[in-house]
């Protein structure tokens, strides 16, 4: 798995696909980050594909965090997971700002 949580605030990269393939392995590292950190700063930029089994992820580690009184902020969003909270209408559940990066030019 390719993420890090360096940072005080815990903050965590992940760079591999949000699928049911990866969904495992994903829950452990994102419950791993909520028991370890009282905020969390979840970077998405790099995540290239996400289907419901990571936005099911996402919402439990924000449920999880409002239940343990924590924060867990989404701070970049990739293109794909932008689009596919779009299509289930849920971006105000998680209550940030849906942050794009701009595309490289070719």
Known sequence: MNASASSPAGRLTLEQDMTIYHAEALKA????????????????????????????????????????????????HSPRVHELMDFFNIAGFFGDPLVIPARDSA
């Open 29 to 76: 590292e994102l419950m791993g980050n909520v028991e370890q950190n009282q905020v969390i700063e979840l970077d998405l930029s790099r995540v290239a594909e996400i289907d419901t089994s990571g936005i099911q992820l996402l919402m439990l580690a924000k449920r999880e965090c409002q239940k343990q009184e924590k924060t867990l902020r989404i701070v970049a």
